[in-house]
C-alpha cells in the first residue's frame, strides 16, 4: 500500500498525540476544531487504520498511532533542519554588511586579508563600504548606517560598543615645512603646547581630545587654529600655516604631498586603530567579520 502522505497531515497528527486532546491541539496549530478532526480522518482513511481511541472522557494514542508516531516527528524534525538550512542559504545570499570607515584601514594590506577571510566564510555575502565624514568618530556605528566599522579609539559612549585593535601606532605631529619646528627628528610635546592646533569638530566627542593629546597638557586647553573634517581640509589648514595637527604614523602619506612633513613626538601615548561594532548586534554576519579581522590581523590565539 502506498501512502501519499503531506508535511501537513503529520504535524497536525502529531499535535494530537502530544496533546492528547483535540481542542488543545487545534489552538496550538491556530485551526478549528472541526477542520483538525476532518484532517485526522483523511489521515486515518489513507493509513488504512486508526490511529487515536476516542471516547467522552479522553483520547488516547492507538497502536498504530503509537507505531506512527516517532517516525512522524523525526520526519518533521529533520524537514524543519531542512527549511531552516535552507533559509540560511538564502540569507546569505541576500546578506550585505555594511563596513564604516574614515580613515582607510590600508595598513599593510589589512582590508583585503579580511575580506579574503570573510568571503571564504560566507560566500554568498556582500562587502559595502561606506565612507563617514570625520564629525562622526563612531563612523556609522551610532546611527545604524553602518554594521561594523574602523574607527579611532577612544568611542563615545564606548558601553554600546565592542572593538578588536587592529593596529597600534605612534602619534605623529604634522607641520608646514617651513615651520621653526620643522628641523627637529624628534619634537618634545611640551614645546607644542603653544602652538595652534588643527581639531575634529566638537561633535567627534572624545575623539577631538585625543588629537588634541588633551591629556598630555597638564591641564593647559589647547589652542585651536582651525577645525577639520576631512583629510583634503587638514592638509590645506597645515600649507596654509593655520596651525600643526597629530596624526597615527600610518596616515603620514596622506599629508606629506609637498610642503608637509611629520617628526615623532616624545611625551604622548601612541594611538590605537580597532574594528567595532555595537554591543547589543549578535548576528553571525557581524561576528564573522570581526572573526575574520582577529585572524588576519593576528589578535587572536
Known amino acids: ?7 501537513r497531515d503529520l504535524r497536525y497528527f502529531a499535535a494530537v498525540a502530544e496533546e492528547l486532546h483535540f481542542t488543545r491541539a487545534a489552538e496550538r496549530l491556530y485551526v478549528s476544531q472541526p477542520a483538525l478532526s476532518k484532517q485526522i480522518r483523511m489521515l486515518e482513511k489513507r493509513v488504512g487504520a486508526a490511529l487515536f481511541e476516542r471516547d467522552r472522557r479522553e483520547v488516547r494514542l492507538s497502536a498504530v498511532g503509537a507505531a506512527l508516531l516517532p517516525h512522524a ?3 518533521l524534525a529533520e524537514w ?21 570607515m574614515s580613515t582607510s584601514p590600508g595598513r599593510g594590506g589589512v582590508l583585503p586579508a579580511i575580506r579574503s577571510r570573510f ?21 556609522g556605528l551610532a546611527d545604524g548606517t553602518c554594521d561594523v566599522a574602523f574607527v579611532w579609539l577612544p568611542l563615545p559612549d564606548p558601553d554600546r560598543y565592542r572593538w578588536v585593535v587592529v593596529a597600534e601606532e605612534l602619534r605623529l605631529v604634522a607641520m608646514a615645512d617651513t615651520h621653526p619646528l620643522a628641523d627637529r627628528e624628534i619634537i618634545d610635546f611640551t614645546d607644542l603646547l603653544d602652538e595652534p592646533f588643527l581639531a575634529l569638530p566638537d561633535s567627534a566627542g572624545p575623539l577631538r581630545d585625543h588629537w588634541l593629546a588633551t591629556d598630555s597638557r597638564g591641564g593647559k586647553p589647547a589652542r585651536i587654529g ?18 600643526v595637527v597629530l596624526l597615527a604614523a600610518g596616515n603620514t602619506p596622506l599629508l606629506t604631498l609637498g610642503g608637509v612633513v611629520t617628526r615623532a613626538v616624545r611625551g604622548i601615548s601612541p594611538s590605537r586603530f580597532a574594528l567595532a561594532w555595537r554591543a547589543d548586534d549578535h548576528r553571525r554576519l557581524v561576528q564573522e567579520y570581526v572573526r575574520a579581522c582577529e585572524l588576519a590581523t593576528g589578535t587572536t590565539d
Open 226 to 243: 582651525a577645525e577639520v573634517a576631512s583629510t583634503e581640509e587638514t592638509y590645506e589648514a597645515l600649507v596654509a600655516g593655520l596651525g
Open 73 to 75: 516527528q523525526r520526519i
Open 119 to 139: 568571503t571564504a566564510a560566507r560566500p554568498g555575502a556582500r562587502l559595502r563600504l561606506r565612507q563617514v565624514p570625520w564629525n562622526d568618530a563612531t563612523a
Open 1 to 7: 500500500m502506498v501512502m501519499d502522505v503531506h508535511g
Open 80 to 100: 524543519e533542519a531542512a527549511r531552516e538550512a535552507v533559509a540560511r542559504v538564502v540569507a546569505d545570499r541576500a546578506a550585505v554588511l555594511v563596513v564604516g
